[in-house]
């Protein structure tokens, strides 16, 4: 079936520094993918949804020079977290979806800890 | 925005028991989404739901479409050690999937 691979699993960066994580969708072309936040013990919460060819759309409240989206190509969407501070620190999720079946697949997620 | 109200927030039963949990919204939906997430890893989809009423089943795992399509229910029956996880339901507002609180279940051996 679908798959959607996300990389990396877990990354420690300190503050200041940039991190970037890729979603790749392994077996299916997605011209969209979504990239989620999730706080512990807290639900999913849409960031930003990625196109490939063109900009991506952030959700209100999500900073678009902070967090860079960039979907080159039909199987890569990156994250790019810059100047991270550790309230960046939280569980990253993409998604994307195998047209013409409906319903998202999820990446395993990304553990960001910012010291 | 749209929200999505799921409860419980958390369950905590023994091993064979069964579990219901539901979410609800004031608003109509077309399409009702059921996840699991372990932790440390993304969610993944248990039932996907189309229709006002349809009744679908995944295993010991059954949801149901709501008739007002406002609301879905996920039962889990005779529930084992590997249930254990975060039950998210999940529904597509515009382009984009907005999820429910999350049901935390716990299961005791």
């Known amino acids: 079936g679908a798959v959607v691979s996300q990389h990396p699993s877990w990354v420690i960066c300190k503050s200041g520094t940039s991190v970037k994580i890729e979603c790749r969708s392994l077996?299916?072309?997605?011209?969209?993918m979504f990239w989620y936040r999730q706080f512990p013990k807290q639900s999913l919460m849409l960031m930003a949804t990625?196109?490939?060819?063109?900009?991506?759309?952030?959700e209100q409240g999500v900073e678009k020079d902070k967090f860079l989206i960039n979907h080159a190509s039909l199987t890569l969407s990156t994250l790019t977290v810059t100047s991270a501070h550790p309230e960046d620190s939280s569980f990253y999720i993409c998604?994307?979806?195998?047209?013409?079946?409906?319903?998202?697949?999820f990446g395993n997620g990304t553990r960001l800890t910012v010291t | 925005g749209q929200q999505l109200n799921q409860s419980p927030q958390s369950m905590f039963i023994q091993e064979g028991e069964d579990v219901s949990m539901n979410c609800t919204s004031s608003?109509?939906?077309?399409?009702w989404l059921w996840y699991k997430q372990d932790p440390g890893e993304g969610p993944v989809l248990l039932i996907a739901?189309?229709?006002?009423?349809e009744l679908t089943s995944n295993g010991r795992l059954t949801a149901q479409f709501g008739i007002t399509r406002k609301d879905s229910f996920l039962n889990i029956s005779a529930s084992i050690p590997s249930d254990v996880g975060i039950y998210f339901c999940a529904t597509k507002g515009a382009q984009k999937l907005v999820f429910g609180q999350g049901t935390r279940l716990t299961i005791n051996p």
């Open positions: 998604s994307a979806r195998d047209p013409p079946i409906r319903p998202l697949h």
């Open positions: 608003s109509i939906f077309n399409t």
């Open positions: 739901l189309y229709k006002a009423g």
């Open positions: 990625s196109n490939e060819g063109s900009k991506a759309t952030y």
């Open positions: 077996d299916f072309q997605a011209t969209t």
